[in-house]
Structures are given as C-alpha cells and as structure tokens.
C-alpha cells in the first residue's frame, strides 16, 4: 500500500457486467463467488430499497481528514463507487452534501466509508446512496495526503481499484475486477435455479422435499417426537 | 433442552388471544403481564410499522448452520412465528427470501431470530416481518442437527413453543401460553385507563395532577426555585 | 450540579433565531459555531428527515425512573425541547406517547434522550420527533427525585437549561444561548458560500479547482502515476 | 419464573462431583456435555488463574437493586456459587466487599453476575472470585423485591438453582444438575486422552497424523503449492 | 468551555483531603458524595490494584492531537491528576513514556484519558497509572491548538480544574473542588459504619438482622417456599 | 485470496532483525514505518507485560473451523507467529492448550487470532503468548478446508506470509518483510533519539522547551490566562 500517489488508470469492468452484478444484489453475488467478499455488517445504507454497483475508486487518507475525497472525484468516472477507508478508525462525517454534488456531476454512484457521513437528509433527497459506518456531523481538515487508487482495507476486505462494488440493503460485497464477468455468469444461473425453487415453495412444497433433506435428516438421527 | 428432536404437537393459544396482543403492542403487554418478557433490545425490526402477534414455533441451530429452519417449516401452523436461536453467536443470514417464501405459504406471520438475515429489501416487499440481531448476507450451511419445538433462550428470554411472541416496533415481547388470555384482559383494561389519561393529557392537564404527584414530590423534599 | 430541584425562569433565546438554526441543519450549525456542541454519536432519530431547534428544558433523573419527566413538562413553553439524561446508564423505556400527548399539547417539539424510548410507531404518528440512545419498552418507576433545568451532561455534551438544541438525521447539536444569535449569523453565512460552491461543483467544477488545491498538494508531495 | 419468592430447598450435587468439574475446567466441561451451556463471552473474571465449581443459588433482582442479594445469602450453604441476573440489564454495582465477606463466611466460593460488581480490589484480596459483565461502582437500591433459587436467564443460558457452574479463565459453564455426575465421567475420559495426545504433540508429532487428516484433506481438495 | 487558553491559576484542595479521599476508594467516595461523580465505565486501568487521588488538571484537545498534554505539563503541581477529553471520539496513543517520564517528574500522579494510551508495560514499570478508555499505540499530531484548566466532559461527567479525581481498580470519581472537605468526613464515617458491619457479617450474622430487612420483605410479599 | 491452498515456501526475514523488531515493540515500529501497520484495538493481549516478533504464518479458515490450524503448524519454522483469520466474524475458541503444545514445540512463538481462544490460564502457564480478539470455550470443527500461508486481512490489516509480526502490551503490528530492516534501522535511530530525550525529561526539562514549541503555539493564538 504505496503512500501518496494518485493511480490515474485504473482498469475498469464493462459497464453491463456491473449492471448484472447490480441486479443480482449483495446475497447472490456473494454465494456466486464462494461466500467471498462481504464487508463488515457494521456498514449500513443510509437510504432504504436502493441497490447499486459500480467500479472502486479507493481513497485512503488519515482520521478526520477528508482532503484525498477532493482528489479522488477528478479520477471518477461515469459508474465508478467511491471507496473510503481512513488509516485509523474514526467516525468524522468526511462526506456531506457539496462533495456528493460534485461527484454526483461526474457520474459516481454511490459512497462506501468506513467511517462518518453527514447530510445524510439531502443525499436521500439527491438519490446519492450511501453505506457507511457512522452518521456523525463532526468536519473533518484537509492537512495530510493520502492516496487514491492504492489497494487497501475496508471493513475487512481487501479491495482493489476497479473492483467491483456491490452494494444493497443487505450490505456491501467486493468483486474481483477480473473475476467480474464469471461471477455474473454463475449469478444468473444461480437466479434462474432460485426462481424455480421460489415458485415451488410459493406453491406449498417444502425444502425439506424439494431439497431431498429427510434422508439425510434420518440418518444423523433426527428425531420427530 | 433436549438435542436433535423436532416437537411437532405444540399446544397453541386461540387465535383471537393472539391478535388481540397484537394490538396491544409490545409496551402495553409488557406491563399488562408484571413488567416481564422483553427480549434484548438489540432485537430490531427490518420494517417500519408493523406489528404482529403469533405462536411460537422454537428454533434451535448451530452457528452458521440453518438446516433446522428447513425442518421447523413443515411444524408450522396458519399464525405462527418462527423464533431462531444459534447455539452459539453468530451474524450469518440465516434465512432469506426462499424461506420466507415457504414460511408465508405456510400462513407464518414473522420471523424473530438471534442472528442475521439477508435479502431484506425482499422480505419487506413482501411483507414478511423480521425482527434480528444482525442483517448479514453471509450463506450458512446445513450440516449439523438442531432442534424444533424445545424451550430455548433467545435474546436473554426463555421461550416455550406455543408462547405467543407480540413484536412492534419498540421490540420484542413474549408471554407465557397459560398466561396469554388473563395478559390479553389486564392489557384491554390497562389500554382503557391510557385512553381516559391520554384526552386528558391532550386537553391540556398534566400528569402531575392526574396522578396527584405534587404531595408526595413535596414530602420527598423536590424545592421549586 | 444541584439536586432535586426545579429551576423555574429559563431565559430562552428568540424564536426566530431558534427557527433559522433549525432551517441550517446540524452539520452546518456546528461547523459555524467553531465544530463544537455535537452530541455522541449513538443519539440516533426514530424518524427520517425531520429537523427541528428548540430551547431546552433540562431533566436529569434516576436511571431507570421517569418521574421528572412529568415534573418537567409543566415547566415547559411552546418551541422547547426536552433533554433528559439519567445519572446512571439506563435503557429503560423513559419516554412513550402519554408523555409525548402531554408535551406536545404545550407545545414542546421534540425529546433528546440519553436513555431509551418507546411507543415509537405512535410517536412518528403523532409527529413528535425523538432522539434516543435505546428504543426500548422496559417500564420504569418514580421513586426518585432528580432535578430540571440544571445543567447537565447528556451525550458527552454539557447542556445548560435554555440552549438551543439543534436535531436532524445527522444527530443533535447544542447552541450556547448566549451565542446563538452570532451562531445563526454565522451558519447564514456559511450557508450563502456554501450555496455558491454548491453551483459551481453542479456545473462540474472540481473543489480542487474551486479551493485552490492543487498547489498546496504538490508541495506536500502527491504524486500522480 | 414466578415471582418474588425464595425456593428453600435446592438439591446439590455432591461436593466431589462439583470438585472433579472445576479441576477439568470451563473447556472441557463444556465440551464433555456436547458443547452445551457457555455463558455468554462477556462474562468475564476480576482475577486472573482462578477457577473454581459449586451449585448455583439463582438470584432475580430488579436493575440497579440488590436488595436479592442479602436473601440470597441466607440460603446458600458451603460450596455454593452465587447467580445473579438483573430482570433488565444494569451495569451498577450490586455486589462489594461487605456482601463478599458475608457470603465468604457461609463457604460461598464465587459470584457470577450479569451485571456491575465493586470493590474489586478487595474482592481479589480476600480470594472472593467473580465473574461479571461490568465492573462499576455505581451504588444500587433495595426496594423491589424478586426472587431467589427460581430457574433464570443469566448471559444467554437458562441456570437452574442447583444446577453445577464451573468457572475459569475462560469463563463460566452451566451443568445440569442431573447430568453432572455423567458430565465429570466423560470429562475426565476425554482429559485422559488429551493428556495422551498433549505428549505425543510435545513429542513433535502432528496433529495431521494423530488424527490422520491428511486423506480426508487431500479427498476435500487441499493443494500444496 | 472557552477556547485555545490556558488558565494558569487552579485553586486545589489540601493534600491531606485528597489522600484522605484516596484512602477511601471510588466506591465509598462515591456514596459518601450522594452517588455522584462516576465517569462512565469504560475507563479501566492499565494497572491493577493501584488507587490513587490528585487534583485535576483539565486538558481538552482535537482528535488524534496531543499537542496540549505538553502544554498541560508545565501547569502540573505535586499531587495532580492529569485529566485529558479529545473534542470529538477518538482511540489514537494520545500519551506514552516519554509524557509520563515528564509528567512523574513533575510529581503527577496519574493520567485520566478519554481516548487511547501506548507503551503501557513501560508505564507500569515506571508506577505511573492510568485510567483509559483505549489502549492503543497509533501516533498523534501537534496541529491544533485546544485548552488548559477549562471545565469539560470526560467519560460523561463534568470536571472542573482543581477537582478531586479519585481512581482505582472500580473506576473513577470526581468530587466538586469545594465538596472535597465534606465527602471526606462523610466518607471516612461511613467507612467507620462499614468497618463495624464487616465484622459483624464475618462473625456469621446476616445482612436481613443486621440492617433488619426481614419485616419490610415480609410487607411487600416476599414468599418462603 | 486463493482458495484451500498451502503455499509452502514463505520468505523470512533474517532473525536478528525480527528480534531487533521484537525489543523496539510495538509503537516504535509503527512510527518508524510512518504509522502504518496497526491492528483494530480490539486486538489484546491473553498475558501482561510480553513482547515478541516473528515471521508471520497466515491462516484463513471458516467460522467456527479451526482445521486449517493443524494444517499451518506443519508450515511452521522456529521464530514462527501464526496468524489466524475467519473468513467471517466468530468469537469461537479455534486454539487452546493442545494446538499451544504443538506449535511451541516446533518453535512458534505465539498466535494472533481474530476470533476466540481458550485454555488461556494454561497458555500463559506454559509462556505461549497469544493476541486475540475473544476469549470463548465454544468448540470448533474441522469441516471446511480453508488456506495457509495466503495474503489475508486479520483486525484491518492486509498481511502477507513472512511479514513481521512484532506484539507487545500495546496491540499488534505488521511490517511488510521487504521493509523490515529498514524499519529497524529507523527505529532503532528514533529509540536512540527518544532516549536522549527521555533523560531531559527526566531531569526536568519540558517538551515545551525541548521541542521548541512556544513560538509555534504562541503564533497559532494560544492564551494564557
């Protein structure tokens, strides 16, 4: 994890392969890729019934100190998630309203921050979701560099620049910018077997028959009394 | 608390006693039966607004492991509530939008559940209520025997298959089956004397003379400066 | 920190002064008043998207006990905000709709509560916006005597009767009395630059730009690869 | 869980059954009776290296009130450990060094608490060990009654007044009374085969070949790279 | 609580009250003084069995910045207590050897921190304690200025310079600077009334004859069963 | 993060200068590689007053499996610290006194683990150091293959197979292994430095003296009053 620099070219994921990811939604990619890449259950969306995916734009800068958000927005593009990680913990609110304009203009998605928010009413307002790990209003300076498009670690999981984030009401996952395009694949077909399983169980079968369990069940030593 | 057996006669209490708790709420049966029964209040509801009551249908798994709410489903009745403890503390969703699916053709008003839950915005589409100690997307496996329909502790409470569990949005309370019909009457009494209070309260008197507070807050030496 | 008393004369800050600091919000309220006044983080709303600023009546009690919450209520004018914090940590239910009919008929606008609330979906019924550390439904008793309008400490923040208290989804912040009008000219300020730079970050401008960044950046040394 | 009474005649388990489990210790304990009854990890010790058994005498008070307490005391007898469990969470200090001494003179051998705890200090002089989720000397109240040696709720396991608690380092285990006897025997042939392994693994061998893993690894999938 | 200034003249309290308070312990401190004063309980010792008093100093400073602890050093007399609150939350190492190297030779005898502490085996060595609420070696800057002998909060409670902090394995407790002489006879007469009911409770008698519970228990309810 | 390998051959640093590392400890080696390197504070050690360094051996297993952990001992070289990470959040006791006798017996100097650990008053008997999140005696599986010597993020931190492990009283610190001996040498150049200084604090002198921060302070506007 180099120490400040901007990492201008970051390798991106074709746009209707996030999109896929996007409507997967949060439990189905992470089974889709092993049970892998979920952060932290302590980030928490700001908004309700709003799910979105987008490339990582990383920013790592120190506690309470916002200045590298700045940076980071010249390096955004259209669908690109902010990803913000401080060097401590700290839960200052290093976004609010006049930095979500700004990045919203460029075509950013959305936010993940390991850290506080603030203007939490007005992102609502704007659609420019949010998960992070505090609301709190406390500002923060802009006295120590950081880096931008660096590797780091976000509520517990590694994410690279240009991975792809997946975030919804459930929380947030990273997905591997390279494993991208075989992780939607297994999605889908993953949806496609749910929705057919779905239509049984609405239908009154049970997983206990749909999924052959009894024998198994039986054969531990299951008893029904 | 016997291990790897499944109680499938489960004594209930008559359907009008339990929605007539539901309508008390959760404050109201709380006091109406001695100040007892509420769970931990790090259990929250994933909606807004809802009240339920039902019966409940004890779940007991290990950490990680949903397997038992596969076989609790099929010991469901019209009006139950599913109430899921891990053995041991776990974050994992534990049941999603397939199971909530089984469970609401199953006539199951909600599930209560020391763990985590995924595919949220889902189960509130579909007005399946939850009320869960963590939102968490990470997949359990089916692996290990539990039980269904034995006394468990859930969220500090020790619950009996049949308990009637009222949940709302201040939380989570349960009531003992032989109990149900005398709380549900003490409740509707108790609701009657809120009511006289709460149009006094809004005409404009104060709780200080209604309940004829001023003495005893004299006696007890309160000085007015 | 005296106690059992109930200090009747709280000098109040003008309403309109009271209004503009609700209409600029906690964030910009406590960044105008030098990034002071924020209460601890944990001071969560049971509604979303609701501010509002009053004069606060201060109530300090037993953990556990709400009588003072009916003392106070007499002592308080329309435009106040009741701040109550046990001397004891406490996440018993001090607060529930009762209380809220009482105080809302004499005009109070809302509740700050270092201590749980409940009758919570009632309450957002009612449009009495609450700030809580706890929802929960637990019964409390009034035995012991505490003290209102002395100053206290709630939420990591000491708290004089007769400040301004300032509430929104980002969280609570207090007001000096004595410099709220200063404060509002402030945040007003504040709040006209802001607007200006919110325009020009619309038309995509960065704030790299806008603040002037870029040299102060190099010079500390960023490096763009 | 009925209330506010006192349960005079409790069956212990016999002095050398609840001996032999405090030799074996919370671990094995809890692994010998298939890795069941481990309070919750919060429960931790205000002495280090001490660990110790007896038969429960439960205790049901109300928050910030021990009042329970000195009941309690009258019924326990020598090699008895003392339980206590608040009816809703209160991290005052219901338990000091003049309650210790009282309960040392009885032969009472330890307390475990789900709640605050003082004079730690002196507690650790006189060899008083307790086992409590807060240490805080917050005085407490005696005005409610509750009840003694009534089965309760305490850090998430269901106690049984007689019931075996073995406490260590680790923390606190519950054993059923009527299971305790078997629990000891299959604990102490469980040691017997630890003690067994613990010299072949400072022997150097591995536990991959003791417990001959490596075919059911490798047939799992394992990679040496 | 005025800014960036450092009050030079603390009024203290005799050396012989503080030690005498300091003998007394939190605890009995803390009752003697109506139940007051007990900073929140997460302030725990670095050390153990280590109780101390001094007069405090009162230090108030940005987050992750402990340029004002050097500042505070030179306003330190013989016999004070350094008090340290960060204007907003924060875990970093805010104080180490070298400070407490400093601060000893000074003749300060303690360090209360509302935030993080490093290079605590070396602390111990040196007999300089600590009462924290993080441990933590992450550095601090010296960037913003903060103040001197001002009154704060700390852990929930305010202080006062010149204040008696009293701290031990319990907690800690600040009594007001002008209360110190009378919590101390308070204190050590209730110490005499304790030290003559330790006696009596380790000859054997029970608490229920000694403060003669027994009829008030029988009024209210209480059932021997 | 490669899935269910065993990466055999990991570099190491040469010993001299991992015990180099190991007598800095923890917060000298996280400011002389520019405070970089932490581990969440929820990391603490199971002894008191031990510092060590090694070479780090990284495990990454499922919650509640500690299989992996037979695995990594094989891998394990003298001067050893293991490194144990779940895959997902679990207080489960993956260690105890028979992993201990065999990792000690190969040499490794302790275990830093996310998760719980057990036997703990036995570990410090026999002077094996461990650094962990939880203390629990919930038993573990071995099901679920996992991998050994892999990249993985333990407490926040990304840390490689052969990177530095350096533990003391103050938490845990990474060094990356090709940054470790220029870490020494900064560090031990700064121990030199804070020596010197250590005596002229000693001897009275102030850091407002020595560091030459009067006139900064006095141009940033501090007051004294």
Redesign the interface.
Known sequence: ?S??????NVERVEQDIVDGLAKL???TV??AQ???G?L??YM?PIQ??V?VAGSAITISGA??DN?MM??A??QCHPGDIMVFAP???????FF????A??AQ??GVRGLIIEG?V????IL?EMNFPVWSK??????TI??T?GSVNV?L?CA???IHPGDVIVA????V?VVRREEAADVLAKGNAREAL?EE??IR????E???DI?N?RPR?AE??????
């Open positions: 994890m120490n400040n620099q901007v990492v201008q939604g949060v439990a992470h089974e092993g049970r892998r979920l932290a259950d928490r309700q019934d799910a506690a309470g200045w700045h940076v927005i010249e060097t401590s913990p700290s839960n200052f609110g609010g309203d006049l930095l304009t700004s203009v460029r506080g603030r203007d939490t009413r609502r505090h609301v709190f209003a406390q500002g802009k006295e560099l590797p670690v517990d999981e590694l919804d009401d459930d929380g996952c749910e399983k779905r169980l609405a239908n009154g049970l997983g206990l999924y369990m069940l531990k030593g299951l008893k029904y009394v």
